[in-house]
């Protein structure tokens, strides 16, 4: 129970962070035509996972309750981009390319097929 506690509460943390950050770009930017809000958010999302799991891994600073709390939780409801370029890269470090390349080329693929089902979907209603 502690754990989907530590989940919801960062979830909620990082998704209001997420609408913060990118409404700022948005506002920012005066109504840019690309979504460099979703953009900004990713990237800052990566460089934080990049960093965060490399202290993680090399140093050993997180209990499992904290990794709970900021690497699912909070960059979670951040960006979910996050922990897909966080795994593939370790896979990459793990020097598994084919595994790398699956993953890249599911998660895109697939997301992608995946978002056009659902418009049909929501077409035939």
């Given at each position: 129970?502690l ?28 109504n840019?035509w690309?979504?460099?809000?979703t ?9 934080v ?10 140093r ?23 922990s ?6 370790a ?35």
């Amino acid at each position: 129970m502690l754990g989907i506690m530590l989940v919801g509460v960062g979830g909620f943390l990082g998704s209001v962070l997420r609408y913060l950050v990118g409404g700022w770009v948005h506002r920012l930017l005066d109504n840019p035509w690309f979504p460099y809000g979703t953009l900004v958010v990713n990237l800052v999302g990566c460089l934080v996972i990049g960093f965060l799991g490399g202290l993680a891994d090399n140093r050993q600073v997180f209990s499992p309750e904290s990794r709970l709390f900021v690497f699912i939780g909070i960059l979670g409801g951040f960006t979910t981009f996050s922990s897909f370029a966080y795994e593939t890269s370790a896979f990459l470090n793990d020097g598994q390319v084919v595994a790398a390349s699956f993953n890249v080329g599911l998660q895109v693929l697939l997301g992608l097929v995946a978002v056009w089902i659902g418009g049909c979907l929501s077409r035939l209603l």
